[in-house]
C-alpha cells in the first residue's frame, strides 16, 4: 500500500477579498468549452445545453440587490458535481441576456459568492481552492465542530458584499436530479442572521431567499450505454447471467429487473462480507406482504447503518443524525487522521513517527472507504425508477452501483463512464421574504428557533415542488 503524503489541512487564506473579475470573465468565456470536455473524474460529463425558466425573477433581484433595495441568498439544488459550473453559466450569460430582452438594468458582474467544502482542494490540490477565491468562493469545514470563522465570514458577506450569496442547502451531491435530500437549516438561519443584522444597522434592504433547482437528462435517451454499462456491472461483479423473459417485456422492464437482481446481489455479497470479517447480525429481515423493492431498501438502509457504524467506532464518533449528517461528520474526522494539524513539517519528522502518520493515514483512508459506500446511497428510493422509467432515473441509479464497486475496486475517486451528452434546466423559484418572517417571530428563543425550521421546510418544498414542474 502506498504511503500518504500527510500534511495540514489547507489554511483558511482562500478569501472572498480576493475576488477578480478578471479572472472569472476568462472563466465564464471558457465555460462552454469546459462544460462540453471532461478531462478529469470531477468536471462535468459534456453539458451542451442550459435553458431556464422564470429567469426574470432573478434578473429582477438583482436590479434591486444593485439598486440597495435587497439582499438576497440563492438557494440552489445539487443533484450532481456540475452544478457550480451550471449554476456560473446561469448568473454570467443567461440572468445578462435576460435582463437586457426584458430592460432591466444590470451592472457587471452578475455573479455571487458561494461557498464550498475545503476538502475539495484536499482531493483536487490547493489550484482549485486559488481558483474559487479569485472566483468569490468561501471555503467552510463541516463536521462536528462549527466553522465559526467561515459562517461569519458567510454571514458578513450576505450584508456587506456587493454580490449575493449562493448556498447549496442539501450539503452534498446526492445524485437523483429528482429526489431533494434533506436540508441543512444553515440557509435559513443566515437568512434570519441578516435580517438581524440589517436591522442593528438600521438599514431598509428586505431579504429574501430565491429557490432554484436544477434537472439534468440526456439530449438523446441512452439506453444502449445503458445496456452495456449494467453487463459490465454485472461482469464485474461476479453475477451469473440468467434468463429474463422477454416477450412479454418492456425495455424498462427487462432493465428493472436486472437492476433489481444486481441490487440484491450487491447487498448480499456485501452482508456477507461485514457479517464474516466485521461480524456484524444480519438477522433476515420480515418480508410478509413488504414488496421485495421496499425489502431491498430496508435492506440497504440496514447495511449502510453497519458501514457506517464501523467507520464511527473506529474514530470514536457518535452517531448523529441521518445518513448524511453521519457521513459529513466521518469524512471530518478522517481527513483529521490524515491531514494532521499538529504535523508542522511531515519532512522533519523521524523516521518512526513518519512510520506512525502513514500508518494512521492510510488505515483512516481505509475506514473512510466504508462510509463512501453508504455516502452513494443516501438518496435512493424504493420506487425511484418505477415513478418515472427514464433513461436518466436508470442511469443515475446504476452510475451510482458504478461509483460503489470502484470505490471498492481501486479509487475514492472512480472516473465516470461518459454515456451521452447532457442537458441542464434551471428552473428560478418565487423568493421567500425573510423579512416578513422575522418580523412575525420577535419574542423568543423558542418562537426563533420554529420560524428557522419552518422556513428549511418551506424551502424544502419549493424546491421538491420546482423539480415537479
Known amino acids: 500500500m502506498p504511503k500518504f503524503i500527510n500534511s495540514t489541512q489547507p489554511p483558511l487564506k482562500f478569501i472572498p477579498q480576493n475576488f477578480n473579475p478578471l479572472i472569472l470573465k476568462v472563466m465564464s468565456s471558457f ?88 476538502g475539495m482542494t484536499l482531493w483536487a490540490g490547493n489550484w482549485l481552492g486559488w481558483l474559487f477565491s479569485k472566483c468569490g468562493g468561501v471555503p467552510i469545514r463541516r463536521g462536528r465542530k462549527l466553522d465559526k470563522n467561515a459562517i461569519q465570514m458567510v454571514r458578513n458577506l450576505f450584508v456587506n458584499a ?58 438523446n435517451p441512452p439506453w444502449q450505454k445503458i445496456d452495456w454499462l449494467l453487463s459490465k456491472l454485472e461482469a464485474d461483479s461476479g453475477l451469473t447471467a440468467t434468463e429474463i423473459n422477454t416477450k412479454e417485456s418492456t425495455r424498462e422492464e427487462i432493465l428493472y429487473k436486472r437492476v433489481i437482481r444486481l441490487a440484491e446481489y450487491l447487498i448480499t455479497e456485501m452482508e456477507e462480507f461485514y457479517s464474516r470479517f466485521y461480524h456484524k447480525d444480519f438477522t433476515e429481515i420480515g418480508s410478509d406482504n413488504i414488496p421485495n423493492n421496499e425489502l431491498l431498501i430496508n435492506r440497504l438502509h440496514r447495511l449502510m447503518d453497519t458501514a457506517l457504524t464501523i467507520t464511527e467506532d473506529y474514530f470514536n464518533v ?7 449528517d453521519r457521513c459529513r461528520r466521518l469524512e471530518e474526522a478522517g481527513w483529521n487522521y ?46 425511484y425508477i418505477q415513478e418515472k422509467p427514464t433513461a436518466d432515473r436508470f442511469a443515475e441509479t446504476v ?71
Not at 453539458?47 to 438576497?72: D, P, S
Not at 457518535?318 to 448524511?324: A, E, H, L, S
Not at 519532512?347 to 518512526?352: D, E, S, Y
Not at 422556513?455 to 421538491?464: E, G, P, R, S, V
Open 318 to 324: 457518535q452517531p448523529q443524525g441521518n445518513f448524511i
Open 31 to 118: 465555460l462552454p468549452l469546459i462544460l462540453r470536455l471532461r478531462t478529469r473524474p470531477w468536471l462535468p460529463a459534456g453539458i451542451v445545453k442550459i435553458e431556464a425558466k422564470n429567469a426574470e425573477t432573478l434578473a429582477q433581484l438583482y436590479h434591486e440587490f444593485q439598486n440597495g433595495k435587497v439582499r438576497f441568498l440563492i438557494a440552489f439544488r445539487h443533484p450532481e458535481v456540475e452544478d457550480p459550473l451550471t449554476m456560473l453559466y446561469l448568473l454570467s450569460r443567461i440572468i445578462p441576456k435576460v435582463a437586457k430582452e426584458k430592460l432591466i438594468n444590470l451592472k457587471y458582474p452578475v455573479h455571487s459568492h458561494f461557498m464550498y467544502e475545503r
Open 399 to 469: 452510475l451510482l452501483m458504478f461509483d460503489m464497486l470502484s470505490r471498492i475496486k481501486d479509487s475514492t475517486l472512480p472516473g465516470r463512464p461518459r454515456l451521452g451528452l447532457k442537458q441542464a434546466m434551471i428552473i428560478v423559484g418565487e423568493p421567500i421574504s425573510v423579512t416578513e418572517r422575522w418580523q412575525n417571530c420577535q419574542g423568543n428563543k423558542q418562537a426563533s428557533r420554529k420560524a428557522v425550521s419552518d422556513l428549511t421546510n418551506d424551502l424544502f418544498i419549493a424546491l421538491n415542488q420546482l423539480i415537479k414542474d
Open 162 to 219: 456587493k454580490m449575493p450569496i449562493a448556498i447549496a442547502p442539501e450539503g452534498g451531491t446526492n445524485g437523483h436530479s429528482g429526489i431533494v435530500s434533506p436540508l441543512e437549516p444553515g440557509v435559513a438561519q443566515m437568512g434570519f442572521w441578516c435580517v438581524e443584522d440589517l436591522q442593528k444597522a438600521q438599514r431598509p434592504e428586505t431579504v429574501f431567499i430565491l429557490p432554484v433547482a436544477i434537472k439534468y437528462s440526456y439530449v
Open 338 to 383: 490524515i491531514y494532521r494539524d499538529d504535523i508542522k513539517d511531515i519532512n522533519k519528522l523521524p523516521p518512526l513517527k513518519r512510520g506512525l502518520a502513514d500508518w494512521v493515514a492510510e488505515e483512516a483512508d481505509l475506514r473512510m472507504q466504508h462510509m463512501r459506500i453508504a455516502e452513494s446511497f443516501v438518496a435512493v428510493t424504493a420506487n
